[in-house]
């Protein structure tokens, strides 16, 4: 007894020698190598370092989650999930701490035989264990924070292999039990060891390997974890299943050696084999997600605009990567694989064609399906990186012109403008409106260059915005939108959520192009959609988001980036808009989308020369679109494709796929929307009704008629079309002026803005009747006698 009290103060005096900067020789130390390099590199270091370690990085990987809760995705630099202690099983602590340092609970920062004889083997060039458990966790904090900072000197000096290291490590170890329980070094521990293969922290490592949760694990599996800490590259399971199966049976020895487990308990363990089937890798990023667009849009979202993660993309990244964050959306994954589905079915990845179908909530701006044809990450044929329902800075490409769905805006603004959806033109199949007045948002301007627009041969006479709206007018829409003025409909389409996706001004750059109304800007589908939406919103925009919400791992709620839902438009147009646009869907270009217990309103658009074909279809709950372009790849296979065929969609039999094309939106509303729709509204619970518009703002206003006193007719019918009406000429027989001469209006006083006003021209006196034909010779025409 005398001589262990004498040994252990020796023992004590040694070491509380070295720590104060004492020891100047190799005392009890062989090869006096101590006294030299590396003792006055611990005696001049020691008493310099800080006495508290800091906060441990911890990182753990963040997840996305899709609307039923499922993972999408996994965001790492390092695959852990932090569990408290009292998550994980009780033989796994005992393991670790059996074959690590099984007198942790009994000693303090330091095993004093165990570093004595590490110090003594390091001065002696060899490497020796020996560190306490918490020693070995302050050198796993040292070596993150380290890579944290991306501090190499750093890093190198916490893993060389010195005797200053090893003090280092013991002063932190000193103040890091002063400040923690033995539980929370030991929780500390387990969270932050590597196990190979990708796995940190055991939780991680027992769902890797295994397939459970850390609290599940038994013994054959606990001492398989506990014995790869020290060597995990090369004892890992994934990678060396032999070697680390006898590295699991002398864990197991230890275990029995030290009583922890019964010699029989070992022995039933080590006949226990390692189920390689049960391996499962969380992998990083998005490129292994199965919604990889979804996901990678959600990512560039958190990175570019989740601005409550950090000032910059870099701090922003890093949190996504490190923090493990909880990430949910409102992506509906039945919805998603039927798009996707359909979207196979009806087009390849590899057909050259891009295709895209979106949906998401009006009340809510979230995003509820993202599909393209292209549906793999890769550069690969029928791969892609780019999302094509996006903007490019968001990882889209160069948009896509919208085509007749741009006729909604031209609506919209007419009826904000006080015209009645009564207003009404008389229009041919085909006008050139070269020298054809418009108004942008500095005045009035000429339409310089040739612009014929024609429509199909139903597309003649006088139509109202019903009729104009359901059988897709183009030149019904050309002289709304000439009457209306070309600024109050940019700017209503932007105020929709309209963008381009190379984000230039639609405002500066379109109020000039009368082609606008028939789409002619390049645009995202996603933002389309969305001002459709916003109809649906009763006039409510609610910017298209795809994070729903984001909690830390503690359990704080971090703000999303907000939908700024905004009322851009009277809650009485919106809903005379959604009124009208119910006619394509029910009695016109948009039939094939019509989905039976549903009430939709919508839109077709096809570019012109059948680029690109569009259908969109909303109800107040959900407003989707699905879209058809050509593939503008500068691919030669591609070029040389479209090159034979035009450039035109119209009668197209994609290469691939076989599917015959006819170039009009009723094919994405038929084979694309209905179905993916469909399954989107059969998962809402509660449906809404769209609101009926009040008569008023189906009328429009109520203006004075002008008088054309003493103007001929041309100038007549200038005045009306100035004041906001329709006017066309009506030739009448008058017995009082002369032929070719004004008479007057058809209407006048007060009349509906944008109503249609005959300007009446005489054709002179209606022909006397001569009498009937000469009953004797029934060949004489009426009116004349023989």
Not at 31 to 42: E, L, N, P, W, Y
Not at 313 to 318: A, G, H, N, P, Y
Not at 364 to 383: D, F, P, S, W, Y
Not at 553 to 559: K, L, Q, R
Request: proline share 5%; with cysteine.
């Amino acid at each position: 007894m005398l001589l262990g009290k004498r040994l252990y103060s020796l023992l004590m005096f040694v070491l509380v020698s070295i720590l104060s900067g004492v020891l100047v020789a190799g005392l009890l130390v062989p090869a006096v190598g101590m006294a030299a390099d590396a003792g006055r590199t611990a005696i001049s270091g020691v008493n310099d370092l800080p006495t508290e370690l800091g906060a441990p990085p911890q990182w753990e990987r963040s997840r996305l989650l899709d609307g039923d809760g499922k993972v999408l995705a996994y965001f790492y630099d390092q695959n852990r999930v932090y569990v408290d202690l009292t998550k994980i099983s009780d033989i796994m602590k005992k393991a670790q701490v059996g074959i690590e340092d099984h007198r942790f609970f009994e000693h303090g920062a330091m095993d004093l035989t165990g570093t004595l004889r590490a110090l003594v083997s390091t001065t002696q060039g060899n490497t020796q264990g020996g560190s306490s458990l918490t020693q070995q966790y302050v050198r796993m904090v040292l070596v993150e924070k380290a890579e944290a900072s991306n501090d190499e000197a750093a890093v190198l000096a916490a893993k060389e292999n010195t005797i200053a290291r090893k003090i280092r490590e013991l002063r932190y170890a000193i103040a890091v039990e002063k400040q923690n329980s033995k539980d929370q070094i030991l929780e500390f521990y387990l969270n932050m060891a590597y196990y190979g293969d990708g796995a940190y922290g055991v939780e991680a490592a027992a769902r890797h390997y295994f397939g459970i949760p850390a609290a599940k694990l038994d013994l054959a599996q606990a001492a398989m974890l506990a014995g790869l800490v020290r060597n995990p590259n090369a004892t890992n399971p994934a990678k060396s299943e032999t070697v680390a199966i006898g590295r699991r049976n002398d864990v197991l020895d230890r275990l029995a050696e030290l009583k922890i487990v019964t010699k029989e308990e070992a022995a039933a363990a080590k006949a226990t084999g390692f189920d390689r089937s049960k391996i499962t890798s969380a992998r990083t990023g998005c490129a292994n997600s199965e919604f990889p667009f979804v996901c990678q849009y959600a990512l560039n979202t958190l990175v570019n605009k989740a601005t409550t993660l950090g000032a910059t993309k870099e701090e922003r990244l890093q949190r996504v990567y490190r923090d493990g964050l909880t990430i949910k959306t409102q992506v509906d994954p039945k919805a998603q694989r039927s798009a996707e589905a359909k979207m196979r079915k009806m087009i390849s990845g590899k057909d050259p064609v891009t295709s895209v179908i979106v949906m998401l909530e009006p009340k809510t701006g979230l995003i509820v399906a993202m599909a393209q044809n292209r549906q793999e990450m890769g550069t690969k044929a029928g791969q892609t990186y780019y999302n094509d329902a996006v903007e490019k800075d968001m990882g889209g490409g160069s948009g896509v012109q919208g085509g007749s769905t741009f006729k909604m805006f031209v609506a919209a603004a007419a009826l904000e403008q006080g015209f009645g959806a009564g207003t009404s033109f008389t229009v041919p199949y085909e006008k050139d409106w070269k020298g054809e007045t418009f108004r942008n948002c500095t005045g009035p301007f000429i339409q310089g260059g040739k612009w014929a627009v024609t429509g199909t041969r139903s597309e003649v006479g006088t139509f109202d915005m019903w009729r104009g709206t359901s059988m897709s007018v183009n030149n019904y829409f050309a002289a709304l939108e000439q009457a209306v003025g070309m600024c109050p409909v940019v700017k209503m389409a932007v105020k929709l959520g309209l963008k381009s996706a190379t984000g230039e001004d639609i405002v500066k750059e379109y109020q000039w192009r009368p082609s606008f109304t028939l789409g002619s800007a390049e645009v995202t589908p996603l933002s389309l959609v969305s001002a459709y939406a916003t109809m649906a919103n009763r006039g409510v925009r609610c910017d298209p988001v795809v994070l729903k919400s984001i909690t830390s791992s503690d359990g704080t709620s971090i703000p999303v980036p907000s939908a700024n839902c905004t009322r851009v438009v009277d809650a009485a147009y919106a809903d005379a808009i959604n009124k009208i646009f119910q006619g394509p869907i029910y009695r016109g270009t948009l039939t094939s989308a019509q989905i039976p217990g549903y009430r939709l309103a919508g839109k077709t658009g096809t570019v012109p020369d059948n680029k690109a074909a569009w259908a969109i279809a909303y109800t107040p709950d959900l407003a989707a679109g699905a879209m058809i372009s050509v593939d503008n790849s500068p691919k030669k296979k591609i070029k040389k494709f479209w090159k034979a065929h035009r450039g035109n969609l119209r009668g197209v039999k994609l290469p691939y796929s076989g599917t015959w094309l006819t170039g009009y939106g009723s094919d994405a509303g038929r084979k694309l929307l209905r179905p993916a729709m469909k399954s989107a509204l059969d998962d809402i619970e509660k449906h809404t009704q769209f609101t009926e518009p009040t008569a008023a703002a189906l009328a429009g206003d109520s203006v004075s008629v002008p008088s054309c006193s003493g103007l001929g007719a041309t100038a007549c019918k200038n005045k009306l079309i100035a004041a906001g009406f329709s006017a066309y000429t009506k030739r009448v027989y008058s017995d009082t002026v002369p032929s070719g001469s004004l008479i007057g209006l058809s209407t006048t006083g007060q009349a509906p803005k944008g109503s249609s006003i005959a300007v009446l021209v005489s054709k002179g006196p209606k022909p006397a009747d001569d009498g009937p034909p000469d009953p004797s010779n029934p060949a004489t025409p009426p009116g004349r006698k023989k």
